[in-house]
């Protein structure tokens, strides 16, 4: 069965230091989703691609945070600086379509960010 | 906003049915239900999506009543390994329909020996 694939699977970083997540989703999902989860919360919608064009950054923190997906395939999601506040999972997600609350989403098994 | 209204937490134990309910007033004529499980440290995990009336698949059903205000996602015998977060979304296929992609704080479900 085709799986979400992310790495890495855990990241320690130091505050004000850069880091990056790698994304490759599922082969023919046009629709790629970056989340950010805090521990006992809901999944929050970073950033939505179609394809390599971004559909929704709303709520990215642009000063610190950005997305790419060039060739519309894999992704990656940086940080630079790093706070003590961007300890979570990030996870990634794919689908065949453009609407998440309909289309199903798969989702890769996350990176578990720590940020000392 | 597409917004959910699901109870914060839920008890059972093992061999019961359980049925965790999902309030969305707005929702629009378009809009499907879709639930969703997360176990810790893992994604969620799409469960079952339904537009009225009832689903069922192997894992669970889906009672949508006739003004499609609610939903009602049943578990039946639940076991210790259905521990998890269980999440209610609504939206519909068209891009337009997104809307906001909300996930909420999801039900907790701890199913007991």
């Known amino acids: 069965e085709a799986e979400v694939a992310q790495s890495p699977r855990y990241k320690i970083t130091e505050k004000s230091q850069a880091v990056a997540f790698w994304c490759d989703p599922i082969s023919g999902h046009a629709t790629l989703y970056w989340y950010r989860q805090i521990l006992g919360q809901g999944p929050e919608l970073l950033v939505q691609f179609q394809d390599e064009s971004v559909v929704d950054d709303s709520q990215l923190p642009k000063d610190r945070f950005s997305a790419e997906r060039l060739k519309g395939v894999d992704s990656t999601l940086k940080i630079q600086p790093a706070e003590l506040g961007d300890s979570a999972m990030y996870l990634c997600a794919s689908s065949l379509g453009p609407a998440g609350a309909f289309y199903e989403q798969y989702f890769g098994p996350g990176t578990r960010l720590t940020v000392t | 906003l597409a917004k959910t209204t699901q109870p914060i937490s839920m008890d059972s134990y093992e061999g019961q049915e359980v049925n965790i309910t999902c309030s969305h007033n707005n929702i629009a004529t378009n809009d499907y239900i879709t639930w969703y499980q997360q176990f810790p440290s893992q994604g969620p995990r799409f469960i079952i999506q339904?537009?009225?009336?009832?689903v069922t698949n192997e894992v669970a059903s889906l009672f949508i009543p006739a003004d499609r205000k609610s939903s009602t996602l049943s578990l039946p015998r639940v076991s210790l390994s259905d521990t998890a977060v269980y999440y209610c979304l609504v939206g519909g296929p068209n891009a337009g329909n997104n809307r906001k992609l909300i996930w909420g704080l999801g039900t907790s479900l701890a199913v007991n020996p």
């Open positions: 339904g537009y009225k009336t009832k």
